[in-house]
């Protein structure tokens, strides 16, 4: 899932979830220069592991509808 598709369905904005997985919170894929290019679609989090980590999360964030 490229990363401004999780940042739209999450409700969260672009640098927390680029932060998400330059931090491994969340398992990405980098391009060489180090941005942040997208999500695996598998392993998504949920809406309550990312509320446990202290993020608003939109009410209607369902991983499922994104995963392929």
């Known amino acids: 899932m490229l990363i401004d ?17 330059k931090d491994r ?8 220069d180090g ?3 997208g999500i695996f679609d598998d392993v998504l989090p949920t809406k ?3 509320r ?4 608003r999360v939109r009410d209607d964030y369902d991983p499922a509808r994104h995963r392929s």
Not at 25 to 32: Q, S, T
Not at 52 to 55: A, E, K, P, R
Request: charged fraction near 25%; hydrophobic fraction near 40%.
């Open 5 to 21: 598709e999780f940042s739209q369905a999450t409700g969260l904005d672009r640098p927390t979830a680029d932060a998400l997985v």
């Open 25 to 32: 919170e969340v398992e990405g894929l980098c391009r060489p």
């Open 35 to 37: 941005q942040v290019w």
């Open 48 to 50: 309550e592991e990312l």
């Open 52 to 55: 446990s980590l202290g993020l």
